[in-house]
């Protein structure tokens, strides 16, 4: 019986990851959450928890081909608005200081993730 009850918990739980957007997992300090909680609201659904991107149809953003000196706050700002080939346009889903919020939210997280963009070394491509 026990062992049922366990086996349901797990299969509610399994429908209920599947059927709701991806949640944040990592604690933020107070301003970036508003950030955090847009991105959960908006992109985790394509680019996962923490925009980790796993197991998901669109890349992982804490990523170093997303820093700053690789694309830039403005390259956000336009593929959120504009969408690329395989990406829908997010304007109706967010406003302007939203993605804002989400932008300084994601850099936040680039960088406790030990992601900084290196300024001294010359650009490799
Ligand atoms: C419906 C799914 C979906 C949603 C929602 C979504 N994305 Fe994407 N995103 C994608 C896919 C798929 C790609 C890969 C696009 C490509 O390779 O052209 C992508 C690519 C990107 C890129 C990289 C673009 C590039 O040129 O390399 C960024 C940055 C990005 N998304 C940010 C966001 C943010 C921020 C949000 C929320 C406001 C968001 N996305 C919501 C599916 C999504």
Redesign the pocket.
Known sequence: MKQFKLFILILSSTIFTFSCAPKATLEVPEPYKNGQQY?HK??S???GSDAMGKHT???R?IDEE?LANN?SDED?RE??LNG?????S?KK??TPDEITE?IKYLRYSQKVAGLEPEEDEPEED
């Open positions: 991105f908006v992109c659904n394509c680019h149809q669109a890349p953003l997303y694309f956000f593929t959120i690329t080939e395989k990406m829908p997010q889903n967010v989400i």
